[in-house]
């Protein structure tokens, strides 16, 4: 026999999740981005060594407000023109709304994750411009051998009203690794110094 607290317990998150299903499908990609990309900012820096004392917050916060107010936006934008354009979901249309992402919203995507974060970072519009020069080309080039397959099944079988959650969820690795490409540079330069220094 279930506790009745056990069985109110079920029944609030059944409700939850009853209501968060409700909710618009950009009101739904900006709460999971909020959520996801500060969480994969915080899974590289574990990967770095850090722990909860020691973990960059202002970096996740970034993280945050980059991927809620701009990353889903934009992909929920993205996708809604997508299924104008090709309404059909199969394995041939899944095929070409991932390849035309890849030469139309994989490379803005990428860029403005560099310039976004170098700003909110309040580096100058130059280092901004500076850092994705450096970094675009390696990580676009990543992006190739990963997205166009996830986003084959995303357009031919997952619903369109769930698109942009399925992609924030396959996309806690992608940032993962946009994090560890971020702060890429940072721990060369940590690096030299330490060497430097011995």
Known sequence: MVPASVRLLQSSLARWQQ?????HPMT?????YAVMWPTG???????????LRTY???RAMRFSIFGALYVAPTLYGWVRLSSVMWPQTNL???????MVEQISYGPFACASFFFGMSLLE???FTEAIEEVKEKFA???KVGICVWPFLQT????????????????????IWTCFLAYMKTKEMEHAIQIEAETND
């Open 19 to 23: 209501g968060v299903q409700k909710i």
């Open 153 to 172: 099944i995303n357009f031919s079988v997952v619903p369109e009203h769930n698109r942009v959650v399925f992609v924030s969820i396959c996309s806690l």
């Open 92 to 98: 041939r249309i899944g095929v070409i709304k991932a």
């Open 138 to 140: 390696p990580t676009y």
């Open 28 to 32: 739904r990609g900006v709460l999971t």
């Open 41 to 51: 900012s915080l899974i590289q820096q574990t990967m770095e060594g850090r722990n």
């Open 122 to 124: 309040r580096k100058t």
């Open 56 to 58: 960059d917050w202002a």
